[in-house]
């Protein structure tokens, strides 16, 4: 039986109780076992910046199994940025080694004294002293840890989350993070450092389920997605959204880059050390990229699509240098990347229309200068000058700088947009607004109609073709975020990777059913999967509920409600669209009418009891 460990950190008692299977296999695991967890122990009442607050690592049924791309855990809490429910999600071989150690969550409660490290040696767990360790980069830290216990794996953070800085994420393998909505700060508040783990056993399967691994091990590493993200990376991306208007320039007021040829993949491929690949995955994705000399020397994993948009064309900057050394600094630091590109775009068009400059007078925070994006990003890991302000994040710096602010502060919810023009993808603008974390394209990942999936579209929503595979038509647009929000929950709670499923739908809910049936506890049809998601995302959206949010907080900055893009032919600078913006108000409609919720986007009580959350009802 897999464990759920109890860490009070200011007594620095441990206990460890077995999993209540009923609820594990209910939500699935990892998120949504990690979020029955929040609902049930931090209520409304709770600062996320407190002891009572709950930080929790958790792992799925499939993480650590030879299952394709089975690496994947989560980091919950209520967020310190957003103030609402927040997770992160990160892969790498932490939460493989986490599962095989015999673990399904881990739960921080309180604040420790000094700093600690939790130590695993396979189910004995132990606090040790992490007072030398305080101060140390992400980087430091790994690397001494893994000397000190030989074989190990490490989360940690770095002087962002020590720091409290409410973008700071927890960062695994050196490379990977745990990145969104501040889990990091979490961390650093609880002055817990890091978390090791040394697993001496692997986690039990039966040969039918090695069987059906094997099968779909094969099918995901031979469909043409994987084969294009193993040779290329996310970074592929770059071109064809330069193309189409989805390439977020100079904070969203451009949907284009006029230099994108020199942050695209064949730029990045310049640097490239290495194709590497996360424990049990087949699509092998991960690119390591080296500067060799000059001022931006060094060598990190990544950086992936989001992180060249958000360092590059975001900020105005066609150096690829420089968005390399920008991403190992975050890495280093222990921040989340996108949140990081957003606020410094933030405090550049602040500077661009004369509200904001350096009290120290050292940046300039022009468009792609680059000692003002390097100099940022060590202020904010600091909170030193300028830094401490941007450390909150744009929704609370907006509100620091006046009414006029707010217009330049891109986010939802409090949680800084991702790198998709919403303008241009309908389904991600819908999904931006109505996750439940804020902004975010892997909330639901609605990319059948960008990636022009029409398998997927014909065999998920024949009743809405051809119109759902526009990525301007907002008809159906709703019909595709309900199903992948679902899709997408049951990927972070079994703990696999989105690219073996909702990005190219390489393996369908069908195809995880028929291997996660063959587990202990667990009997599910590709159906029943999805209603398992969709359970999740109605627990999840009902612990904002009682936080009072509702219609009024799945909105988009008025930037893409108000603000027409154009999009034009980068050969001959020729108007293909113009006037493009979000017609918001008739998705949410539709989507709150799919979801059987009211029209304040509010589950009712007969759709929570047609979920197996009657229990629920009592916080309508």
Excluded at 32 to 57: K, M, Q, T
Excluded at 102 to 128: H, M, N, S
Excluded at 143 to 152: D, I, M, N, P
Excluded at 590 to 619: C, F, H, M, N, V
Aim: a negative charge; one cysteine or more.
């Amino acid at each position: 039986m897999a464990l759920t460990a109890y860490i009070n950190l200011t007594t620095e008692e441990i206990r460890a109780a077995e999993s209540p299977v009923e609820v594990v296999v209910k939500y699935l695991g990892s998120r949504g076992y990690a979020a029955r967890i929040l609902y049930d122990n931090v209520g409304p009442e709770v600062e996320p910046l407190s002891r009572e607050n709950c930080l929790i690592f958790s792992t799925g049924p499939l993480t650590g199994t030879p299952w394709p791309t089975g690496a994947r855990y989560t980091v919950t809490a209520k967020s310190p940025l957003t103030g609402i429910y927040g997770y992160a999600n990160s892969s790498g071989f932490f939460g493989p080694e986490l599962r095989k150690a015999g673990f399904d969550a881990l739960v921080f409660t309180g604040q420790a004294q000094k700093p600690l490290i939790l130590v695993i040696e396979d189910r004995e767990l132990e606090l040790i002293d992490g007072g030398e360790f305080w101060g140390k980069t992400t980087e430091e830290t790994e690397r001494e840890l893994k000397e000190r216990f030989e074989g190990c794996k490490v989360a940690s953070i770095g002087p962002a989350g020590e720091n409290l800085v409410r973008v700071a994420s927890v960062i695994n393998d050196y490379g990977r993070a745990a990145a969104r909505c501040g889990m990091g700060a979490v961390m650093g508040y609880k002055r817990l450092k890091a978390v090791v783990v040394r697993a001496s056993s692997e986690v039990p399967v039966t040969p039918a389920f090695k069987q059906v691994a094997l099968e779909m091990m094969r099918k995901t590493g031979r469909h043409p997605g994987s084969k294009s993200l193993r040779k290329w990376g996310t970074v592929h991306l770059v071109d064809p959204k330069n193309i189409s208007g989805d390439l977020p320039t100079r904070n969203h007021q451009l949907v284009q880059f006029e230099k994108a040829d020199k942050v695209n993949a064949v730029s990045l491929n310049n640097y490239l050390e290495k194709n590497d690949g996360c424990y049990s995955c087949p699509i092998r994705c991960s690119r390591f990229t080296k500067v060799e000399h000059g001022r931006y020397q060094g060598r990190t994993e990544g950086p992936e699509y989001e992180t060249v948009n958000s360092l590059g064309p975001l900020v105005a900057n066609d150096n690829m240098e420089l968005i390399i050394y920008g991403n190992l600094l975050c890495n280093r630091y222990g921040m989340d990347t996108i949140s990081t590109g957003m606020v410094i775009a933030f405090a550049m068009e602040c500077r661009e229309k004369g509200l904001l400059s350096d009290p120290e007078g050292l940046l300039s925070l022009e468009w792609g200068d680059e000692q003002s994006i390097l100099g940022l990003i060590e202020r904010i890991a600091y909170r030193r000058g300028l830094g401490d302000l941007l450390a909150q994040g744009v929704r609370s710096a907006a509100l620091k700088l006046g009414k006029e602010a707010k217009k330049y502060a891109l986010h939802v919810k409090g949680l800084e947009m991702p790198m998709q023009e919403p303008r241009i993808c309908k389904g991600m603008a819908l999904g931006h607004s109505t996750s439940n974390r804020g902004a975010d394209h892997l909330y639901a990942l609605p990319t059948i109609d960008l990636a022009g999936n029409v398998e997927a579209a014909e065999k998920l929503f024949p009743q809405c073709m051809p119109e759902i595979l526009e990525p301007t038509n907002e008809t159906y647009k709703p019909d595709m975020v309900v199903y992948t929000e679902a899709y997408c929950a049951v990927s972070d709670a079994l703990g696999v990777c989105k690219f073996s499923t909702t990005e190219n739908f390489a393996l369908y809910p069908e195809d995880i059913a028929r291997g996660l049936s063959e587990l202990p506890g667990y009997n599910h049809s590709g159906e029943s999967l999805i209603r398992a998601g969709e359970r999740i995302v109605n627990l999840e959206r009902m612990y904002n509920h009682r936080l009072g949010l509702n219609r009024r907080d799945d909105q988009l900055p008025d930037r893409f409600l108000g603000e027409g893009a154009t999009v034009y032919n980068m050969d001959s600078g020729e108007v293909v669209k113009e006037g493009l913006v979000v017609d918001l108000e008739y998705m949410l409609d539709r989507y709150y009418s799919l979801r059987e919720w009211d029209q304040q986007g509010i589950p009712t009580s007969s759709k929570l009891k047609s979920l197996d959350l009657a229990d629920l009802i009592k916080d309508l």
